[in-house]
Structure formats: structure tokens, C-alpha cells
């Protein structure tokens, strides 16, 4: 609810630090557009006649060549870059191909009705036209309160609001002492704008009278608990250097582990080309694994709430919303800490400081171990990880995304949500208080006059996997229990049914199995036991949506109601709600997507995997959220012929005297 808050405080640093942007040459036709690369393309489209300079940029990224071509692709062979731009003129939205290499605009199509992600100049427009709005100051001053603020969310879509075909934001407003510490600040409840963004036109003020004589949270400033006595530190160290190896721009290799990265706007982060080497073959596994999409809605009712459902990633952009890192807070003092490009939405550039940590770790656990009785000793090696993560502060939330590879060859993708919880003012005191339990229908009491309404989070991760090549197949692997009926011992067993998928859609669990995974395989390719190679997913967190599917918010975010969805790979489906989710009222991404059919088996195929939880919040969330994780697994399952880590030789310290 904060989102906006923290987007001004990005524009007021870009007039700094789109100057102190140093250009980088491309080195890789996976990197990601810089800072002359994003000037060129809006000189050229000015120059074609696309744009001028009222024109705004939602969007300008890298516009990768064919698949085909970004695999095939050798260190010093020459290679084209193309930007792919939204853009709005005039009030229009319009999608735009420019050929950085030949120099040249391909296209410019306008799109009728495309509402792309929010810009700041929209933040500040909403809100400093809402508070100039008289309706608004005679609330503020019904109320008798000083030091307000208000920061404009994202609207969502509810047919027959008489919003619709507007661009909309919605503006609920705090009161604190403190407005550097939003986590301190206080909502005023019933008090919302509804601002046209476009036309700077406040539509309506939501000021409820009913709720004018309850107070407000209390106690915030003199509720933090002080710093108990400080601990002995424990660090993250590396004695004798990293084993991290960085080149070119975001080139990365660790143990047998090699893969490209880049920034950017809307997914935060993308890898690309990540591959095993397997003795002296390096083996494709995945063409390009990101977050796709973020979703979250809140459980309350109420009018100033029920709207809050965030499309995080295509109303925001987790690159675009992305935290500089504090070292030893957020990674280990000795990690690689990469400054970021992104680019603004008025055709230039900012640099996101320590946006980027890369970091080796041991875990404290053995990577395998034996314990020999005869010998009276452990034979084992000690586990170690690399970690490439990257933070976005979306408002309230911080969301801290993980890439965690080991020397075992999995893969695991981890959220971790911490911040604060979004509150709300209410006249309950304590659950004994009348009136308790009716206020904390929709949410908990967490503090005094706090409540913290109950939400979802939701977080897809596109995974274009490449098992030994692009042609792969999806096999669920059903747990079948089975009678005995000749055994002298014994009743009962279980055994494994494979069963592969011929055609895209979601993904439904089998529930007359006793348990199931899923695994993509290579029906092409062979290892040396004659295996089909392959990767399984392991699933840690796999709530789905529970609101009804006419829903209006739920319409926009199909992709929430199974955990897993199977698709052909196809240029430009790269998001799981589709391009244009803001203020959307139809969903234009998986839905749309798997209703092709497309036959997936031995095909390219794309897994998209909904890592969804469902936050009752606590006391114990206030007035600080401790980071929950949340994570899904790239596993090897029939990849390799044995353990590839058994020749990964960790060095160790010497054991202590």
C-alpha cells in the first residue's frame, strides 16, 4: 500500500543517477540493453516519427533474436540487437520494434485499449491533484488531522464501476510523524480517491462518515522493543576468495554450473542458457527461468480495500521497484554486488546501486556423509551453494527472489516476503473487547486498533527448460498402491505410473494416487543406463486461489488457480497474466495460452509453476514481518549416471584446537 510512496522516491534519485550511468558495450546478445542502447532507440523512433517528446516509456527492453539463434550463438561471432517498446503518445498505447544494429524502426502499431504498467509521473499527478481536491481537505479537517499523506495504488478492474476504459488509480491516504518510516504510519480508514490519471480528473472521494471517531493505531514509536544486548557475530566468509567466476556483463560460473543474467524492468531478473557441465559435455537445462508474474489480493470487503488486488510484476515491475542491498543484512559482506541499469519512463536511464548480490555459501549441512563402526569415523563432504539474489520493495512488502544452485545439480527458486503487513484502524483494543469478533471477520487483530487484513501472495515462475535439447516431454510419476496377492509375507506395496501429457493446459493433481511428482524429460536422448535424462519438479507450496473464478479480480489472474501449467513454447508468451494485466478485463496470458492445444510431448516445452501461500497474519507480524521463504526445486532425476557432486572437493577450514 506503500507501492507508490517508495516509486517517488525512485524518480527523485534518477535525476542523479541517470547521469552517472556508464555505458557498457553489449558483449552478449543476452545482455541487457544499455544505457546508449535505450538512447538510440528513442532518438530513432523520434527520428522515424513514433514518438516526441510527451512520449512516455512503460516499457523498453531487449528484444532477444529466435531461441534457435541465442543457443546456437559462439563467443565472438556477431550478433544484432533489437529493443522492444511500449510507449504512450497522445494518450495511446502503442507497441514499437526498433533494430538497434541496422539503425531503424521495424514497426509502431498502436494497441486500442492496452494499459501498460503504472509511471511515476502517473503517481504523482493522482495524488497531488487528490490532495488539492476540496472533497479531500474537508474530510482531513473533519477528522483534525495533520501530517497526512496519500499514495495511489493500482485500481484493478470491476465492470460496471463506470471506471472502466479509464486509467485509474485509487489513493488511500496515512497520517504519521514519521513519513521516511512508512511501517509507522497510520491509515485513515474510509478516506479514498478515485483519480483518472490520464485526464488528472479526480472522479470521487470516498470519505465515510462512519468511521470518523475511530481511533487510530497507537503506540507505534513507543511500542519498538529496543535492541536487546548484541550476540557474537556470525559471518559468511571466504578466507581464500570466491569460486564465483564473473565475466562479460553477468556471465556466471560456479562449480560445474555456467548461465547468463540480466536486469530487467518487469521480471526483475532473467537467467538464461543455464547448463551442467557433466564431465566434458556441458548439458542444456534451462533456456531461461524468471518470475513471471506476482498476485496479490486482500480479503476485506470493504470499498477501500476490496480493490487491492496488485498485479506486482506487470502493474509495478519487480526490476522497476528493485531495493539496493545492505551488505551483511541482505548477503554476505564478501559477495559480488552489481549495480543495475533500468531503463525510466521518459526514455533514459537509472542506475539501482547493490541491486544484485552473487554470493557462495556453506549451509552448515553435509552434502552426504557415512558413518563407519568399524573405522569410528564420518566420510563426507561438507554442502555449499551459490545464491544469486535480488530484492524489490513493493510497497509494504519486500520480496527477497533467490536463484540457489549446488554442485548436486538442482536448482531451487526461493521468495522470501518480509516488511510489514498492510493495517487497517479499528475500535477493538484486545479479542475481548465487544465487537472483536465481528472486526476481525476478514483479518487479525495484531496490535491494538490494528488490524491486518488476511491476503494471498502468488508468485509465477516461468521455467523454459531444455532437458538435453529443446525437444522435452512432461511425465507425471503417480504413486500407485498395489496388493500382493501371492506373497507369504506381505499384503501390500506401491509402485510408479508414468504417464505423459500430449497437449498444453493446467496442470491437476491425480487424486486417486497416493502422491505424484512431475518430470521433464528428454524422450530423445540416453544416458549411460539407457535412461531418458530428466529434471522433476519438487513442489514446496502450492496454494491455490480460492475466490470464485467470475470474480473480477480472479478473471485478470487465471494463472492462480493451479499450482502448475504446461505450454508449447511460442514467442511473446513470456507472462503468465498476459501484457497488459493492468486495469485489464479479460486475461489474455495461461488461460489464452493453453486454449491453443498445442501438442507438448517431444516438443519445446515451457513449465510455468504458481507458488502461492495464504497470509492469516499474526501478532508476531507487528510491527515487523520476519521473512517467510517459500521455494520450488529443479531436481535431477535420471540426468546423470551417479552423484556429479562426488567430485566436488569444498575446501575446509582447518577443524578448531
Known sequence: MFRQFISILIFLFWATASQAVEPVAPLHPLDALTADEIALAVMLLKDAGAADDGTVYPALTLKPASKEAMRAWKIGTPFTRTAFVILRRNLVTYEAVVDLTAKKVVSATPKTGAQPMIMDYEWIKARDTFVADKRFKAAIAKRGLKNVFCTPNSAGTFPGDAYEGKRILKIPCFTSEDKAAPNLARPIEGLMGIVDSDSGQVLDVIANGGVDLLPMPTGYGASLPQPGPPTKPVAIVAPQGTNIQLSGNLEIKWANWSLHARADKRAGLILNLVRFTDGTRARDVAYQLNVSEMFVPYMDPDPTWAYRTFMDAGEFGLGYMISTLQPGVDCPQDSYFIDLTFPNDIGGTYKRPKALCIFERATGNPAWRHYSSSGKQVNGVAQSEMVIRHAATLGNYDYLVDYVFTPQGTITMRV??????????????????????????????????????????????????????????????????????????????????????????????????????????????????????????????????????????????????????????????????????????????????????????????????????????????????????????????????????????????????
Do not use: C
Not at 471477520?441 to 488490524?451: E, F, N, R
Not at 496388493?483 to 510408479?496: C, F
Not at 479479460?586 to 501461500?613: C, H, S
Open 416 to 657: 522470501g516476503a518480509t516488511g510489514f503487513d498492510a493495517i487497517k484502524s479499528t475500535s477493538v483494543k484486545n479479542m475481548d473487547d465487544q465487537g472483536a469478533a465481528e472486526a476481525t471477520k476478514y483479518g487479525s487483530l495484531i496490535a491494538p486498533y490494528t488490524i491486518a487484513p488476511n491476503h494471498d501472495h502468488y508468485f509465477s515462475f516461468r521455467l523454459d527448460l531444455d532437458i538435453d535439447g529443446t525437444q522435452n516431454t512432461l511425465v507425471r510419476d503417480s504413486i500407485i498402491p498395489s496388493a500382493i496377492a501371492d506373497s507369504k509375507t506381505r499384503t501390500s506395496l506401491w509402485t510408479v505410473r508414468s504417464d505423459r501429457y500430449s497437449a498444453e493446459g493446467p496442470i491437476s493433481e491425480d487424486h486417486m494416487s497416493a502422491g505424484e511428482s512431475w518430470r521433464v524429460l528428454n524422450p530423445n536422448e540416453k544416458t549411460g543406463l539407457k535412461y531418458n535424462p530428466g529434471y522433476m519438479l519438487e513442489t514446496h507450496h502450492q496454494a491455490t486461489s480460492a475466490m470464485d473464478k467470475a470474480d473480477p479480480p480472479q478473471r485478470r489472474a487465471g494463472f492462480t488457480a493451479y499450482s502448475l501449467w504446461a505450454t508449447r513454447y511460442a514467442e511473446g508468451e513470456d507472462w503468465a497474466a498476459g501484457l497488459y494485466p493492468n486495469l485489464s478485463t479479460k486475461d489474455e496470458g495461461l488461460p489464452a495460452y493453453v486454449a491453443q492445444k498445442r501438442g507438448i510431448d517431444n516438443q519445446d516445452l515451457v513449465l510455468w509453476y504458481t507458488m502461492g501461500f495464504r497470509h492469516v497474519p499474526r501478532p508476531e507480524d507487528f510491527p515487523i514481518l520476519p521473512t517467510f521463504w517459500h521455494e520450488v526445486t529443479l531436481r535431477p532425476a535420471f540426468f546423470f549416471d551417479r552423484d556429479p557432486s562426488m567430485t566436488f572437493n569444498p575446501g575446509m577450514l582447518p577443524a578448531p584446537q
